[in-house]
């Protein structure tokens, strides 16, 4: 993300902290109720991919190997990953993996 598309959601109060590698966006299940989003990392997504590729879909190794996310954050990423794999057959290794 950008360093000005990250001070305008500040500006907005859309992100709750910055520590220079995770942000938090602040998401809306209700219009009166915040609850914060993490944003995964370049190094956490590294993580995830080496440890689908090496693991497929055993989300708990794969959540060992990532070590900041859980997992049911590592199967919701995955799932989420495939989709959009699917939709763009961008990397059909990983593809195959996920699959």
């Given at each position: 993300?950008?360093?000005?598309?990250?001070?305008?959601?500040k500006e907005?109060?859309?992100?709750?902290?910055?520590?220079?590698?995770?942000?938090?966006?602040?998401?809306?299940?209700?219009?009166?109720?915040?609850?914060?989003?993490?944003?995964?990392?370049?190094?956490?997504?590294?993580?995830?991919?080496?440890?689908?590729?090496?693991?497929?879909?055993?989300w708990k190794?794969?959540?060992?190997?990532?070590?900041?996310?859980?997992?049911?954050?590592?199967?919701?990423?995955?799932?989420?990953?495939?989709r959009q794999?699917?939709?763009?057959?961008?990397?059909?290794?990983?593809?195959?993996?996920?699959?």
């Amino acid at each position: 993300m950008k360093l000005e598309a990250i001070e305008e959601l500040k500006e907005k109060g859309e992100i709750d902290s910055d520590d220079g590698n995770k942000l938090v966006r602040l998401g809306h299940a209700y219009p009166s109720e915040r609850q914060p989003i993490e944003i995964w990392s370049i190094l956490q997504k590294k993580a995830f991919r080496d440890a689908v590729m090496k693991f497929g879909r055993d989300w708990k190794k794969i959540s060992e190997v990532v070590q900041t996310k859980d997992a049911k954050q590592c199967r919701s990423r995955g799932e989420n990953l495939l989709r959009q794999l699917k939709k763009k057959n961008f990397d059909p290794e990983l593809l195959e993996k996920l699959s």
